[in-house]
Structure formats: C-alpha cells, structure tokens
C-alpha cells in the first residue's frame, strides 16, 4: 500500500492516437488557455458601486470597540462613523446601511422611534455630511432596540405580536425618513411590513424613500457575529418569524407579496448557504434584487483565512462574484469598503484575474 511505483514516462498526445481514441471533440480549455482569454469572456464582474457596507454605530462611545467575532469590524463611535462612511464613499461603495447599538432598551424599542435614538442621530449626521452622494440605507427592526431582543413588540403571552410591531415599524420609517435615510431595509419578516410602512411614508409626504425588502430573511446560525455586534439580548429564537432554512418555494412567496406591497429592492440573506434561493428570486423578480453576505460568512473567512487555510483576499471576491453570478445586483458585505479600495486603487497582481 505505502509502496509508491515508479512514475513511467509522461505520455505524449500521439500516444492517445496511437491508442486509437482521436481526442476530445470540444476543447473548452481553449477559452481559459490564458489570462486575456479568460478576461475577454469574463460573464460577470464586481464594480464597487455593487457593494453595500454594513455599519454599526454606538450610542455614548467614546472611542471604536472591536466585535470579537468579526476581526476588522466595530461598533464605531459617531465620529468614526463619519470618518468611514466618507472613506466608504470615497472609494466608490454603493451605499451604507446602518444598524444602531443603543444605551438603553426596553420592551417596545423606544429607541428605535425617538429622532434622538441613536441610529437617527447617526442617520442625520451621514446625511449632512454626505447628502445625496451615496445611498444611506437604515435598518428598519426593532431587534437592537428591545430588551427582549426580538424584532417586533410581544403580546401577552409573549409572542412577537405581527400587527402591533406594524405600528411601530411605520413610526421607525417616519423617524428614519425624517433623519435623512434615502432606503429603509425592513429587517423584521413580519407580514404585511412592506405595505404597512409604504403607507406611513406616503402619507407624511416621503415619496421618495425607497423599500428595500428583507424578502427572503431565513432564521439563521450565520447570525451568530452580528448578535455581538448589536450587543442582543435575545433569548430563544427568530424561528416564528424568519423562514425555515429547509424551505425554497416560501420566498418565491414573500417575493410575490413583497413587490405587490411596494419594495423597490429585494433581498436575500444570508447569503452562500442561500445561493439557489437567491438565483430563484432573482429570475422571478421585476425589481433589483441583492445579496447579504452576513456576519458568520464573514466570521468564517477571517478565521480560516487567519489560520492560513484560505487565501483570504481571493476568497472575498470568489464570493462576491459568486452573488454576481447567482442573480444579485447588490451585495451587503462588510468587506465592501476595502474590496472598494482595491478596484480604486487597481488590483493588486495576485488579484487582477478579477477584473
Ligand atoms: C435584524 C438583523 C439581523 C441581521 C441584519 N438585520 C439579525 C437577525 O435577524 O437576527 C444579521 C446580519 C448579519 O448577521 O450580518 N435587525
């Protein structure tokens, strides 16, 4: 077994002819015969305005804390938010979305409403610094502000009661449009969210204030990071809310539902484990349809990558592409402002095959 033979001579190709089998017919080895083949017939491609940078901002900071489960991502403080989101910007990102850490919570998710919380100062402060040179999207949920970590206020029996969360997602889509959010991404699967909230804006005047769907929002493990990135304090589980990861045919579902109430944009999340959903909607779907590459997906790349077990850098763009080609026009990463930075920059060597 452990004896390994000597290695014969290497055939040739006339040895194949002389065995009698005249060769393959189709050759499709031809188009990646080289790196200029390879890029002439490149179908998909990464552009940084495809990229969406998540951002968590936290209230009374002082100075960045580190999210241990996400090496490189903080929760920043509301000058380093600034300070990012313009170099974001700079580099060509498509848009932010923010997510607010707040100081104190409670059953209904005060904090979520008042224009003094902490997402919508933050809101307010990217737009005056920003305007309308990017897209500032707002993570419209109630998750980072319950005390119970739930996305939507409870009824007496302590379920996430649907309708009455309908009442105060409408009140958080005021309060974001009022701070400057140009997109609203309702997070919080609960039904008829779309409408509920497109009715709220339409009657305060924020024509203008686009929908952007968690259409296809499944209860995931992939979560884990980002519940030390908004400090939750959810006990139990998302699972009478967000969808069974075993199941397919419900986001076509809540796609349907999600374009007749009004999204603009729809999206999928998580994103690699969730790649068949994504090309599915995205087939199906008359709006833009995006990706979100979430918190564990990002956590698995840096662990591994920091064992030396990856290469990191062409694994991020692997996946990135990877949303490309599924379907997504968008992707929300936390590597979007330094995948950004590489293209502004030009492509390092080792990564140039990705243009
Ligand atoms: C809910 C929300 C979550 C994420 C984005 N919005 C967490 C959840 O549903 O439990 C997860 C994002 C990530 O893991 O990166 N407001």
Request: proline share 5%; net charge negative.
């Given at each position: 077994m452990t004896q390994t033979s000597q290695p014969g001579p290497v055939p040739s190709a006339a040895d194949l002819s002389a065995a009698g089998f005249p060769g393959p017919i189709e050759r499709p080895r031809r188009l990646r015969s080289g790196a200029a083949m390879r890029s002439l017939v490149r179908e998909h491609t990464l552009r940084p305005a495809d990229l969406v940078l998540p951002?968590?901002?936290?209230e009374g900071a002082s100075e960045n804390r580190p999210i241990g489960s996400m090496p490189g991502v903080v929760q920043h403080t509301m000058d380093s938010l600034v300070?990012?989101?313009?170099?974001?910007?700079?580099?060509?990102?498509?848009g932010v979305m923010l997510f607010g850490v707040p100081e104190r919570k409670d059953a209904v998710g005060s904090g979520a409403t008042?224009?003094?919380g902490i997402l919508n100062l933050a809101l307010a402060r990217l737009r005056s610094e920003l305007g309308d040179a990017t897209v500032i999207m707002a993570d419209l949920c109630l998750d980072e502000f319950t005390d119970h970590g739930h996305c939507g206020v409870l009824d007496g029996a302590g379920r996430v009661d649907n309708d009455a969360t309908l009442m105060r997602y409408r009140e958080m889509a005021l309060a974001q449009a009022e701070a400057g959010a140009h997109l609203l991404g309702p997070s919080g699967m609960m039904d008829g969210q779309i409408a509920a909230i497109r009715d709220a804006l339409d009657a305060a005047g924020h024509l203008d204030v686009a929908l952007y769907a968690y259409t296809a929002k499944y209860a995931s493990s992939f979560y884990g990071p980002f519940r030390e990135a908004v400090d939750s304090s959810l006990q139990g589980d998302r699972r009478s809310y967000q969808q069974d990861p075993a199941n397919g045919r419900e986001a076509l579902r809540e796609l349907a539902l999600d374009v007749a109430e009004g999204a603009d944009l729809v999206m999928v999340k998580p994103g690699l484990p969730y790649l068949d959903v994504l090309k599915e909607v995205a087939q199906a779907s008359p709006v833009p349809v995006g990706a979100y590459q979430v918190s564990g997906e990002y956590a698995m790349i840096e662990a591994a990558s920091a064992n030396g077990w990856i290469d990191r850098d062409r694994t991020v763009l692997e996946s990135l592409l990877a949303f490309r080609r599924a379907g997504a026009s968008t992707v929300l990463t936390y590597y979007a402002s330094e995948v950004a930075g590489w293209y502004r920059d030009g492509l390092p060597?080792?990564?140039r095959e990705f243009l």
């Open positions: 951002m968590f901002v936290r300070r990012a989101a313009i170099e974001a910007v700079e580099r060509g990102v498509g008042d224009p003094e060597a080792h990564l």
